[in-house]
């Protein structure tokens, strides 16, 4: 007689980033058409958790993260499944145990869910703060790149300008970001940002600025000086925003829902806050 047992969902984590751990969670991202690239894996490896499950070949199949922030947060992400293990509970089984993990750090859970995600998420009394939209720009060849020298922009300058727009403090995750060999940090007037390279498109984010008219002309410069094809992800709330972004030739691509389980949820000052990280960095 066959066993009706449904078959327990071993999740792993990581002890370290090998070659082929890293190689195939390369390939769920690929196949999950995301932007992370192995500088971001190696991030959550050294500053966070990954947790993984494997097939009976020992192949990664789904993935998850978790990222401690500030005091008191931490974060979820990279919730991926291999498109042939969907519908199978292995995303589910991954989250969860991201969340036991967060919870027994007694930190306050967030992350930043697509809407299939806010869905599940919600089922475990995760609630939305606030909504932003992935916005994306195709290559355009034909625009020169700025020749004027980088402005050098200290780490600990923007590490405090983004503490007190989020609420905690997360300065080796943007120390790790700004010190890749090929990101620009760039800053106009009272706006500055992080533009660093993705898996499929120059990612800008955390855009940080004192009102949304600077911010709106950063973005525009930006913009205006990259030809390749770029990623930013806006709070819903920015009308002016929202109109640089059409003039530039970015088109809406998906959205997303912050959102937090915990009674401690940081507060800071979400109105300097006109493009995030990134989902997987919050």
């Not at 990664?60 to 401690?68: D, E, F, R, T, Y």
């Not at 589910?92 to 930190?107: G, S």
């Not at 004192?210 to 992800?233: C, G, K, M, N, V």
């Amino acid at each position: 007689m066959a066993n009706t047992e449904p078959r327990l969902i071993e999740v792993g984590t990581l002890s370290v980033l090998t070659a082929d751990s890293q190689a195939m969670l390369d390939t769920l991202v690929e196949q999950s058409g995301w932007n992370q690239t192995p500088q971001d894996w190696a991030l959550f490896g050294r500053l966070g958790s990954i947790h993984v499950v494997r097939d009976e070949h020992a192949r990664i199949v789904a993935s998850g993260a978790v990222l401690p922030l500030g005091e008191h947060a931490a974060w979820i992400s990279l919730i991926l499944v291999a498109p042939q293990f969907r519908g199978r509970g292995l995303g589910r089984a991954v989250f969860e145990h991201c969340l036991k993990e967060v919870q027994a750090m007694k930190r306050t859970a967030m992350l930043d869910a697509t809407p299939d995600g806010e869905r599940l998420y919600s089922q475990y009394s995760f609630a939305p703060l606030w909504r932003l939209t992935r916005w994306h720009r195709a290559g355009a060849p034909g625009i020169q790149p700025d020749a004027r020298p980088p402005m050098p922009i200290a780490p600990d300058t923007i590490a405090a300008l983004d503490a007190q727009a989020l609420g905690f403090a997360r300065p080796a995750v943007l120390a790790d970001l700004m010190q890749r060999g090929d990101t620009d940090v760039v800053r106009h007037a009272q706006a500055i940002a992080i533009v660093r390279a993705g898996r499929i498109a120059r990612h800008i984010g955390p855009l940080l600025a004192s009102d949304e008219q600077a911010a709106a002309a950063l973005l525009s410069s930006i913009a205006s000086t990259t030809a390749e094809p770029l990623f930013i992800d806006v709070p819903d709330e920015r009308p002016l925003m929202r109109e640089h972004l059409c003039a530039a030739g970015f088109t809406p691509q998906r959205g997303f829902a912050r959102m937090a389980l915990g009674v401690t949820v940081p507060q800071g000052m979400t109105a300097f806050i006109h493009a995030i990280a990134g989902p997987e960095f919050g």
